[in-house]
T-cell receptor, first 109, second 112 residues
Framework: SQQGEEDPQALSIQEGENATMNCSYK?????LQWYRQNSGRGLVHLIL?????REKHSGRLRVTLDTSKKSSSLLITASRAADTASYFC?????????FGAGTRLTVKP | DAGITQSPRHKVTETGTPVTLRCHQT?????MYWYRQDPGHGLRLIHY???????DKGEVSDGYSVSRSKTEDFLLTLESATSSQTSVYFC???????????FGPGTRLTVL
């Protein structure tokens, strides 16, 4: 079963707009990670946020974590056509990392 | 994808035949993982390794076996392929458990 579940499943925006994706999970975690996958490629790590952190930034990316709501959000600011990809959250469980089904982001030029 | 390769990249096989996929790394990372990716399911862990000859099952291990005889190589074997194993398989590596994982380019397997 999936631990993290992303919402929405698909998102389409215009270049320059901000994109927000959400991830919800069920059990306690130590950290949560976000990955990007371009079509036909492997996943690329974007950012890791630990359970004792509330917010983290990396370039145009902003990740928040609310452990009381068991949710995280990924904000991409000033989106570009090159940001078109699928985005996955991953959470740690007892034995392994669990990935959600992903959010498909399309940024139109 | 630097430092991690998968072979073959594409394979078509028939039901009932054995298939072995290879993951090779040059990063000397301790952890290696095999995932499958199917539409609507994201990535699901098949098996992982935490050292030479040290492996453990993941979420969807039935029908798969793995071996790791060297730090750099992690093999995934489908003893008798079934159509339900048609998928894209990704290998990943990591220096520590639950940390950033680095993914290979994937292997697209079709079982007819």
């Amino acid at each position: 079963s999936q631990q993290g579940e992303e919402d929405p499943q698909a998102l389409s925006i215009q270049e320059g707009e901000n994109a927000t994706m959400n991830c919800s999970y069920k059990t306690s975690i130590n950290n949560l990670q976000w990955y990007r996958q371009n079509s036909g490629r492997g996943l690329v790590h974007l950012i890791l946020i630990r359970s004792n952190e509330r917010e983290k930034h990396s370039g145009r990316l902003r990740v928040t974590l609310d452990t009381s709501k068991k949710s995280s959000s990924l904000l991409i600011t000033a989106s570009r056509a090159a940001d078109t990809a699928s985005y996955f959250c991953a959470t740690d469980e007892v034995d392994d990392m669990r990935f959600g089904a992903g959010t498909r982001l399309t940024v139109k030029p | 994808d630097a430092g991690i390769t998968q072979s073959p990249r594409h394979k078509v096989t028939e039901t009932g035949t054995p298939v072995t996929l290879r993951c090779h790394q040059t990063e000397n990372h301790r952890y290696m993982y095999w995932y499958r990716q199917d539409p609507g399911h994201g990535l699901r862990l098949i098996h992982y390794s935490y050292g030479v000859k040290d492996t453990d099952k993941g979420e969807v291990s039935d029908g798969y076996s793995v071996s790791r005889s060297k730090t750099e190589d992690f093999l995934l074997t489908l003893e008798s392929a079934t159509s339900s194993q048609t998928s894209v398989y990704f290998c990943a590596i990591s220096p520590q458990q639950y940390n950033e994982q680095f993914f290979g380019p994937g292997t697209r397997l079709t079982v007819l």
